[in-house]
Nanobody
């Protein structure tokens, strides 16, 4: 069984920065790709960023306007989401997701939940004015 463990969420003021982390645990597991999907209050989960395990392919939602950066530390088996200039609309539970293989993963599918086999419990980010 694979579990994804997220951390780094916190209450912050607008303009602050946070770095979220996600690490697979349980059985040995090297995902094909990982992504971050925040769920704002009262809304559906949405895509913000994805990265292949090799780090060769990175995708972002247009909405983040260059404020977020996803990265991978293969030595630590950890994916990060660096979030800068946070805004109140970034308030959400941020979920980490992992795709076990490449079958359903593509540049377009990476922005949907379909290719991801494992999900974390989420970490809360709250941005106040």
């Amino acid at each position: 069984q694979v579990q994804l463990v997220e951390s780094g969420g916190a209450p912050v003021d607008a303009g602050a920065s946070l770095r979220l982390s996600c690490t697979p645990s349980g059985r040995p597991f090297n995902p094909y790709a990982m992504g971050w999907f925040p769920r704002p209050p009262g809304k559906e989960r949405e895509f913000v960023a994805a990265i292949t395990w090799s780090g060769s392919d990175i995708y972002y939602a247009d909405s983040i306007q260059g404020r977020f950066a996803i990265s991978m530390d293969n030595a630590k088996n950890t994916v990060y989401l660096q979030m800068n200039n946070l805004k109140p609309e970034d308030t959400a539970v941020y979920y980490c997701a992992a795709a076990g293989g490449s079958t359903y993963y593509s540049p377009s599918n990476s922005r949907t939940e379909r290719p991801y086999d494992y999900w974390g419990q989420g970490t809360h980010v709250s941005v106040s004015t």
